[in-house]
């Protein structure tokens, strides 16, 4: 149903935002005079269509990519929230997204890796002697490993605390990567 300008509730917006509340209700889909030009979706106007169109485009590529790969299981992408993991990537600085991309992929300086670019002569990895991946250096029980795993966790209960985050949930978190890590729950993402 379209409304007239007058039925559109408008109390307290000034005359651009009335024009804009009329434009939305109205069903119609071509810029107003202050849009330099709009794109629409689904029904829905694309506020952000250098991100927006990416996805549209891409999205349901990298999806099948990711389902047609062993390493993760189907119904974890439907449980991924993609939207708030492209925030987390834009807000976070280019060498973390780097670290963050190679990690995720498996295509980082691990000894797997290593051997494979022939700078290693073996794929063993320094601290425990075992073929070293992406996904081991994570779980790792070799020297050291252990200690610095447990120190991330103390750090990052520290900052939960700073940031007030309530502390069942901040408990929910520690135990949650802690069992993670110990294998009590399926690693393969």
């Known amino acids: 149903m379209m409304l007239g300008m007058s039925q559109i509730p408008t109390n307290g917006l000034n005359s651009i935002s009335k024009l804009m509340a009329w ?4 069903g119609l889909q071509r ?4 849009d330099a030009w709009s794109l629409w979706f689904n029904g829905r106007k694309i506020f952000h269509p250098s991100i927006s169109i990416y996805n549209m485009v891409h999205g349901d ?3 099948q990519y990711w389902e047609g790969k062993d390493k993760v299981v189907p119904e974890v992408l439907d449980m991924v929230d993609w939207e708030a993991i492209g925030e987390a990537m834009s807000s976070s600085t280019l060498t973390r997204q780097h670290f963050v991309s190679k990690h995720t992929t498996g295509i ?3 000894g797997k890796n290593m051997k494979r670019w022939k700078k290693w002569p073996t794929d063993n990895g320094p ?16 020297e050291n490993a252990c200690n610095v795993w447990q120190a991330s966790l103390n ?3 520290i900052w939960m605390e700073s940031v007030q985050t309530d502390p069942a949930i901040a408990e929910a978190i520690v ?4 069992t993670w890590r110990r294998g009590a729950i399926n690693n393969k993402m």
């Open 23 to 26: 434009q939305r209700n109205s």
């Open 31 to 34: 810029p107003l005079w202050i």
């Open 61 to 63: 590529c990298a999806y």
């Open 108 to 110: 980082c300086g691990v």
């Open 127 to 142: 601290r425990c002697g075992v073929e070293e991946t992406a996904p081991h250096v994570w779980l790792c029980k070799g």
């Open 155 to 157: 750090n990052l209960k």
């Open 175 to 178: 135990d949650s990567l802690d």
